[in-house]
C-alpha cells in the first residue's frame, strides 16, 4: 500500500554531528580540552593548545574553525542517553570532520537554501541562537552612544554588514551639521552630515539634530559587533532544514 505521509519540508535527514557520504570524508580524531569541551555534535570546532573546544568567543574568526564534532565514527555512542539526545564525550578524543558532509542543528531564524553561505555564531546567544552553530544569515549589531556633548541630537537607523570593521568608529562634529568619521583602526572615512543616512564601509546611521545645536568637538561612538562569523565559499549548505531542523553542510578546511 503507498504512503500517504506529506511532509512540510523534507524528509527527516538525521541527527546533528552524523557523519554523510563517508566516502569523500577526510575525519580526524583529536584530543578533547577538558577545560572546555564540546557541549553538543555537529558545531564548529577549534584548537587551543592542541585540543579540540567549541567556537566560543567573538574574537574567534572562520581561521578558528577546524571541523566539525562528529558523533563517533564508523561506531556509535554507547546508547545511555535518552532517545533524542546525544551527549559528547568531556575528555579523551573526539572525531573531527575536515572535509566532506555532516548534519547539523540549523540555528537563526533564517532558512538555509542549497548553496546558501554558512554563518556560525561567536556572540549574542539566545534561545535557538548557541555559540558555535551554524546559521544562514549574518548577525551584526551597531550600537551609538553620545559623548558628553554640547548639541543634544540623537543619532538611529544604525546598521551593519560584514563589510563592517568590529569595534568602535568614532564620529566627530566640525560643525553643528558636519562630522567626520573614523573606523575602529583610525582611518578616515567620508565626512557626513546631521539630516541624512551615513554609509561608509558597511555601516550606516543616521544623526538627526536636536533643538540644542551641535558644536565641534561633539561626538558619537559607533560600535559594532559581528555575531556571527562567515565561512570561506567551500562551505555551504546543500538544502533546506527538515521539520526538525537538521540540514546537510558541506565542509572543507
Known amino acids: 500500500m503507498p504512503s500517504l505521509q506529506a511532509y512540510q519540508f523534507r524528509m527527516p535527514a538525521g541527527f546533528a554531528g552524523d557523519l554523510q557520504r563517508a566516502e569523500v570524508a577526510t575525519i580526524e580524531t583529536q584530543l578533547i ?48 542517553d535518552p532517545l533524542g539526545t546525544s551527549t559528547p564525550p568531556t575528555s579523551g578524543v573526539t572525531d573531527v570532520l575536515k572535509r566532506g558532509y555532516a548534519m547539523v542543528a540549523l540555528g537563526g531564524v533564517a532558512a538555509a537554501a542549497k548553496g546558501g553561505t554558512v554563518y556560525v555564531r561567536v556572540g549574542n546567544v539566545s534561545a535557538g541562537k548557541v555559540l558555535g552553530d551554524f546559521e544562514a544569515a549574518p548577525d551584526i549589531a551597531a550600537v551609538g552612544v553620545a559623548g558628553s556633548n554640547t548639541g543634544n541630537g540623537t543619532i538611529g537607523t544604525l546598521s551593519a554588514t560584514s563589510a563592517a570593521t568590529p569595534g568602535a568608529f568614532k564620529v566627530t562634529f566640525t560643525a553643528a551639521t558636519a562630522f567626520n568619521v573614523t573606523d575602529p583602526n583610525g582611518i578616515a572615512l567620508k565626512a557626513g552630515a546631521t539630516g541624512a543616512a551615513y554609509t561608509a564601509e558597511g555601516l550606516t546611521f543616521t544623526i538627526t539634530a536636536g533643538g540644542t545645536a551641535f558644536v565641534a568637538g561633539d561626538s558619537f561612538t559607533v560600535t559594532v559587533t559581528q555575531n556571527t562569523i562567515v565561512m570561506p565559499s567551500n562551505w555551504y549548505f546543500t538544502g533546506p532544514a527538515d521539520a526538525y531542523g537538521i540540514t546537510e553542510i558541506a565542509a572543507n578546511i
Open 33 to 80: 580540552s577538558t577545560a572546555a569541551p564540546p557541549t553538543a555534535f555537529g558545531v564548529a570546532v577549534k584548537y587551543v593548545s592542541g585540543a579540540v573546544q567549541p567556537i566560543n568567543l567573538a574574537t574567534d574568526t572562520a581561521a578558528s574553525v577546524v571541523g566539525i564534532n562528529l558523533r563517533p565514527y564508523p561506531i556509535q555512542g554507547n546508547g545511555t
